[in-house]
Structure formats: structure tokens, C-alpha cells
């Protein structure tokens, strides 16, 4: 292996693990603590996390009442109703 190969070689394994080190939850389970922790950051450094009071109490709601949320794939599978009609077909 040549020099050049490598190093391309070695880039593209650096690109892609730095993406996969970054790369987080979008929405995170937001609780009061870690809301607490992010005011608390962002009030002494400047910084805070994703979670504030208001994203909170959305989640805590959410987990109480017992609401999940859904993507748009999980949302088409419920509106049309043709993979449960499906397994029930199979089952019966």
C-alpha cells in the first residue's frame, strides 16, 4: 500500500468516527434534573445542555400520561392500518 492510499485510507476512518463521536440524540428524554444541570451550566459557563425547564416538564408530561412520540414512519404504519390487518390474516 502506497503512501497516498494510506493516508486517504486513514482520513476517511478519521471523518467518520469523528461524526459518529458528535453525533447525539436529537430530541433527548428530558427530566427535571438533567434541566436543572443545563440552567445550572449555562448560568456559571456560559453553556448549557438541550434540556430546559420548558422541554422538561413536555417529557414529564408526555411519560406520565403515557404518550409516545412517533417518527412519520411509525405514524403511517397506524394511519393505514394494513400491517396489523396483515398479521392478523396470517394468524387466523
Known amino acids: ?24 440524540v436529537l430530541d ?3 427530566t427535571a434534573e438533567k434541566a436543572a444541570k ?7 459557563v456560559g453553556v ?3 434540556c430546559s425547564p420548558k422541554e422538561a416538564a413536555a417529557d414529564m408530561t408526555k411519560d406520565a400520561v403515557g404518550i409516545e412520540d412517533k417518527g412519520p414512519i411509525e405514524k403511517r404504519r397506524d394511519d393505514d392500518g394494513a400491517a396489523k390487518k396483515a398479521t392478523k390474516a ?3
Open 1 to 24: 500500500m502506497d503512501k497516498s492510499t494510506l493516508a486517504w485510507a486513514l482520513g476517511v476512518a478519521l471523518v467518520l468516527s469523528s461524526a459518529a463521536a458528535i453525533s447525539g
Open 90 to 92: 396470517i394468524r387466523h
Open 38 to 44: 443545563s440552567t445550572a451550566m449555562k448560568a456559571t
Open 48 to 50: 448549557g445542555g438541550r
Open 28 to 30: 433527548p428524554d428530558c
